[in-house]
């Protein structure tokens, strides 16, 4: 019948699909361990996964200085290979606005929802009753007594921008980027350039900080990414702060971490990021591989569960 044909065809098209990002998945395994020029490739994916969907998560919103601030800190619960969730995190930075970042990477691909040694997922679960990400948790904002919590990444983005920015301009490239239907489908085609495990998609055992780390960022550094997947990864709660072009933050950037900043930067309004500053050992850094080795060898308790695209499933818990 049609219908069974109907069936058959999108089980086939899943299937092959599938098979086609497991070989790009062993495909990139290869090329980044080749010494040296495994590394410039590294740059070169994170660089076409961050960058090409129109480099929106770079400008901050023109008359964000009109809009609201909020008092406390805004709570987010997710994951960096998460397509939803840097719908989030675009709008995040073009509203300037600092969040503490809970990761939540998946456990296993062979089974969707699964929670049992996440560091986070099981707080979502309480909080929300589904490991569904993002989840946006806004202490200004109170809801039947409790702080306002928020599934779903459309629902969330509105409601920060009615919040946060009404009175602001989106810039054009975030109207074009992940929050636009043709820029999602872009970013999800993307996806397969950061198709490893390790690339902020399964947990890796780690010791728990005692206090957050703090990274300033914006969304489309393809540096920044590459130390936000290892802090996903390892689950490492950390505040993000936010310094896209156009933000207020900057000034402030320059005149506590100058020093950091080459004389051929400064000269011309430049910043540097990703910074990673970490409260627990004293140490603060810039260069993203070698953010990444700190982080590694200071918190990295375990090895990164090896999965293939091929057991992706959705059977199970919606996630």
């Not at 495909?27 to 960058?51: Q, R, T």
């Not at 904002?141 to 990444?153: C, R, T």
């Not at 728990?208 to 130390?227: G, R």
């Not at 993203?288 to 590694?296: F, N, P």
Request: glycine share 6%; charged share 25%; hydrophobic share 35%.
């Amino acid at each position: 019948s049609k219908a069974t044909v109907s069936v058959l065809y999108c089980f086939t098209t899943k299937e092959m699909l599938k098979y086609l990002l497991a070989g790009i998945q062993w495909m990139m395994k290869k090329i980044l361990k080749i010494p040296v020029l495994g590394y410039y490739f590294d740059l070169i994916f994170l660089a076409c996964n961050s960058i090409l969907p129109t480099g929106a998560g770079v400008f901050v919103a023109k008359g964000i200085e009109k809009c609201n601030r909020p008092k406390k800190m805004l709570i987010l619960y997710e994951f960096e290979a998460c397509p939803f969730c840097r719908k989030v995190r675009e709008t995040l930075t073009a509203l300037d606005l600092d969040v503490l970042v809970y990761p939540c990477p998946r456990e296993t691909l062979a089974s969707y929802g699964y929670v049992k040694d996440s560091r986070y997922r099981t707080e979502v679960l309480k909080l929300g009753g589904k490991a569904q990400f993002p989840l946006l948790i806004d202490e200004n904002e109170m809801v039947d007594g409790k702080p306002m919590q928020m599934y779903d990444s459309g629902k969330i983005v509105e409601y920060l921008w009615e919040k946060y920015g009404n009175e602001a301009t989106k810039p054009l490239s975030y109207r074009m980027g992940s929050n636009s239907k043709l820029g999602f489908i872009i970013t999800l085609v993307l996806v397969v350039y950061r198709a490893l495990p390790e690339h902020g998609m399964l947990r890796m055992p780690s010791k728990m900080p005692e206090k957050p780390l703090e990274l300033y960022s914006f969304e489309s550094s393809p540096f920044a990414k590459k130390v936000r997947e290892v802090l996903c990864c390892l689950e490492l709660p950390h505040v993000v702060r936010h310094i896209g072009k156009g933000s207020s933050k900057r000034e402030a950037f320059k005149e506590q971490y100058g020093k950091y900043i080459s004389s051929t930067r400064n000269s011309v309004g430049m910043i540097i990021v990703p910074m990673l500053v970490d409260p627990n050992t004293g140490v603060t850094m810039i260069e993203s591989e070698d953010i990444k080795q700190y982080l590694l060898k200071t918190y990295k308790a375990g090895e990164c569960a090896s999965s293939s695209i091929l057991e992706y499933t959705q059977k199970g818990k919606s996630d």
